[in-house]
């Protein structure tokens, strides 16, 4: 039974997660990883998709990079779905060792219902991305040093590598969580020998690695610039988006601090003091932080939590026969529907919300003026780079920062409306955007009488500058 269970949380990760239409990061990875095959990219390197950038930028998931684009190189978009699947895989059966060795006397049915509860609490923020990668290195890295044993410690310096390359900008979570681990090790008079020295194989390892140290170094650079918390939603608190899709995780979050006021504080030990309530505070205050804060931050608090939570009932006998019965109905019922999203997947379901998110005439309307760079949004701009359009003149993945002569709180403004945007295109000597059907910079270069030469009506327009010739 332990095994369908993991079973049937693999087919709702699947149902929950498998991305019919894809985050716009993806196409930008999808461009970078391309790069890197063929031999034209760098993982530590000049801006290579930004005119307007001269910055030096770090690639700090190259390797996620690589995988999309060798999965969209062997099965198209499907193949990208399937590799933005692999770390919810890795964090199903993550979050189950954990509850089994944190709550042994839980049945099967108990841990697989706190994990589904979880999931669903976190799925409006289960973007498939490469900083997932975080939440599934950080699991597995609680997991190593929750019984650190050689063979386990043996895995750390593979471990660190992985994340390195995956997604190294999360590598700061990692040493926190070393650190505290290490203290939570010496609170259990556990020897510190054999872990200092798997820790040191691992810093060995990310130093070697190209970039290993820039990238860790990366979520600096981003949290200094002041546009990035100012304009980007992800960087805003969720209760400013008070989006209710975010009520489950409300409700989450609720319940665990009902059972923790209740008595269960009692039982929080230092790991979970100074891990899991640091997350969760960070996630009120930054939306990026909470699929951490309920994948691994509720994960931690749970058992302290389920004591506060504990009515003094006597469970009634349930009949083994009735609870395989039970299991393999909702085992089947979770393959049923995850198979019907892969099969939703594998058979155009992607290509179709791509097309109504990116109409291939608005690509080409782009592609056929190449004589002038393109001014686009970012998730037009992910898309136009990894489909061989022209130099795209934007703020990329790399190039989002405030480097390189690109004020990206300048263009955030006015995007929004809140400052000119004709002064911006003019000093960056740009004569071709790609605008939002309908955003303030479309009803500003209307106005000046700049020239559309494509309009999908409700998704964007491509405008050329009065009298310039962008023909190819």
Do not use: K
Not at 246 to 264: D, E, H, I, N
Not at 306 to 314: A, C, D, S, T
């Amino acid at each position: 039974m332990p095994r369908l269970a993991l079973l049937t949380l693999a087919a709702l990760t699947c149902w929950g997660v498998l991305p019919i239409a894809l985050d716009p990061d993806a196409f930008w990875h999808l461009r970078l990883g391309r790069d890197l095959l063929d031999g034209s990219g760098a993982i530590v390197g000049p801006e290579s998709l930004s005119p307007l950038s001269a910055a030096t930028v770090v690639d700090h998931s190259w390797l996620y990079g690589v995988l999309i684009a060798l999965g969209e190189g062997a099965f198209g978009l499907l193949g990208m779905s399937l590799v933005a699947l692999l770390p919810y895989l890795v964090i199903v059966v993550a979050m189950e060792a954990w509850l089994r060795l944190r709550l042994p006397d839980w049945r099967w049915f108990d841990r697989a219902l706190a994990i589904a509860v979880l999931l669903v609490a976190a799925r409006p923020v289960s973007l498939p991305r490469a900083g997932t990668y975080d939440v599934a290195f950080a699991l597995l890295l609680l997991l190593i040093f929750a019984v650190p044993s050689r063979r386990r410690l043996l895995v750390l310096p593979l471990l660190a590598a992985a994340w390195a390359t995956l997604h190294g900008a999360g590598l700061l979570l990692g040493v926190l969580i070393a650190a505290i681990s290490l203290l939570d090790l010496v609170r259990r008079r556990v020897s510190l020998r054999a872990p200092l020295v798997a820790l040191g194989a691992a810093v060995g390892v990310v130093v070697a690695l190209p970039g290993g140290v820039a990238s860790a170094l990366y979520p600096f650079a981003v949290v200094a610039s002041e546009a990035q918390r100012t304009w980007i939603a992800e960087w805003q608190s969720p209760f400013l988006l008070a989006d209710p899709a975010l009520l489950p995780a409300a409700l989450l979050v609720g319940a665990l601090l009902v059972g923790l006021l209740r008595g269960g504080w009692r039982a929080i030990g230092p790991l979970e003091l100074l891990l899991a309530l640091p997350l969760l505070a960070a996630a009120a205050l930054s939306t990026r932080w909470l699929l951490l804060a309920l994948l691994v931050g509720a994960l931690l608090l749970l058992p302290a939590a389920r004591l506060g939570l504990h009515r003094r009932r006597v469970r009634p006998p349930i009949d083994a026969t009735a609870t395989r019965t039970v299991g393999a109905a909702v085992a089947a019922i979770a393959l049923l529907i995850a198979s019907t999203r892969l099969l939703a997947v594998a058979f155009g379901g992607n290509e179709a919300a791509l097309a109504a998110r990116y109409p291939v005439a608005g690509a080409r309307a782009v592609a056929a003026h190449a004589a002038c760079p393109v001014l686009a949004p970012y998730d037009w701009g992910g898309y136009l780079s990894a489909h061989g359009a022209p130099a795209v003149a934007l703020y990329g993945e790399a190039g989002a920062l405030e480097a390189g002569g690109v004020d990206l709180g300048a263009w955030f403004a006015a995007e929004a409306g809140l400052r000119p945007s004709l002064p911006l295109l003019d000093d960056a000597e740009l004569d071709l955007v790609m605008a939002a059907d309908g955003a303030p910079i479309d009803r500003e270069l209307q106005a000046a009488g700049w020239r559309v030469i494509d309009r999908v009506v409700g998704v964007s327009v491509l405008y050329a500058r009065p009298g310039v010739n962008c023909t190819r």
